[in-house]
């Protein structure tokens, strides 16, 4: 299977895939995994901050994926299909986090200058810590529009809403998102 410009694409025209057996399977799965592994790891760990977690979350992720490919349609978006797995993993274990609390090793999550005014001198930004800062369902729609330039039809399609409401949870995100930047909440 050569590569393509657009790897979504990769995987198109096998039809159901359940339907086409076993080796289809494979090379269907082996195209996916090549053509979005680094995405699907970046936006997980995007989700979830930890370079551990997100890989094993990622792995988790194709698991499904696997397991799902006998059911997925013809017409299927492999890229929004695989990024709504990705997201229900990421945010399952987000939640799962929340019920059982971490013990805290009192290590900071990044570096930052000595002070404020150096970090504010040299200009620095922190996007990373602040959007660990938002809300989980502002980051996943801040990720997958911003960083993973995925439209409003397949955002809507990844979280099981309208391109019309991705659009708006979009514009939420973003509002979230300064108010972090501004210090603010």
Same mark, same amino acid.
């Given at each position: 299977?050569?590569?393509?410009?657009?790897?979504?694409?990769?995987?198109?025209?096998?039809?159901?895939?359940?339907?086409?057996?076993?080796?289809?399977?494979?090379?269907?799965?082996?195209?996916?995994?090549?053509?979005?592994?680094?995405?699907?790891?970046?936006?997980?760990?995007?989700?979830?901050?930890?370079?551990?977690?997100?890989?094993?979350?990622?792995?988790?992720?194709?698991?499904?994926?696997?397991?799902?490919?006998?059911?997925?349609?013809?017409?299927?978006?492999?890229?929004?299909?695989?990024?709504?797995?990705?997201?229900?993993?990421?945010?399952?274990?987000?939640?799962?986090?929340?019920?059982?609390?971490?013990?805290?090793?009192?290590?900071?999550?990044?570096?930052?200058?000595?002070?404020?005014? +150096?970090? =504010? *001198?040299?200009? #620095?930004?922190?996007?990373?810590? /602040? &959007?660990?800062? %938002?809300?989980?369902?502002?980051?996943?729609?801040?990720?997958?529009?911003?960083?993973?330039?995925?439209?409003?039809?397949?955002?809507?399609?990844?979280?099981?809403?309208?391109? +019309?409401? =991705? *659009?708006?949870? #979009?514009?939420?995100?973003?509002? /979230? &998102?300064?108010? %972090?930047?501004?210090?603010?909440?």
């Amino acid at each position: 299977m050569t590569t393509m410009a657009y790897p979504h694409e990769s995987t198109h025209g096998l039809g159901r895939v359940g339907a086409v057996g076993d080796a289809a399977v494979e090379t269907l799965f082996l195209g996916l995994v090549r053509d979005y592994h680094r995405r699907i790891y970046n936006y997980v760990y995007r989700i979830v901050g930890d370079t551990g977690l997100a890989e094993d979350l990622t792995q988790e992720a194709y698991l499904r994926a696997y397991r799902g490919l006998p059911k997925l349609d013809a017409g299927a978006n492999h890229r929004a299909w695989l990024y709504r797995i990705a997201t229900n993993v990421a945010t399952d274990e987000l939640r799962r986090r929340r019920r059982r609390p971490r013990v805290a090793m009192g290590l900071p999550a990044t570096l930052a200058a000595p002070t404020a005014s +150096e970090d =504010a *001198r040299l200009g #620095r930004v922190e996007v990373g810590g /602040a &959007l660990l800062r %938002v809300s989980s369902h502002h980051r996943v729609v801040l990720l997958l529009f911003e960083f993973f330039d995925l439209s409003a039809p397949e955002v809507g399609e990844v979280l099981g809403i309208s391109p +019309e409401t =991705a *659009r708006k949870r #979009r514009q939420r995100a973003r509002e /979230a &998102l300064a108010k %972090v930047l501004d210090g603010r909440q």
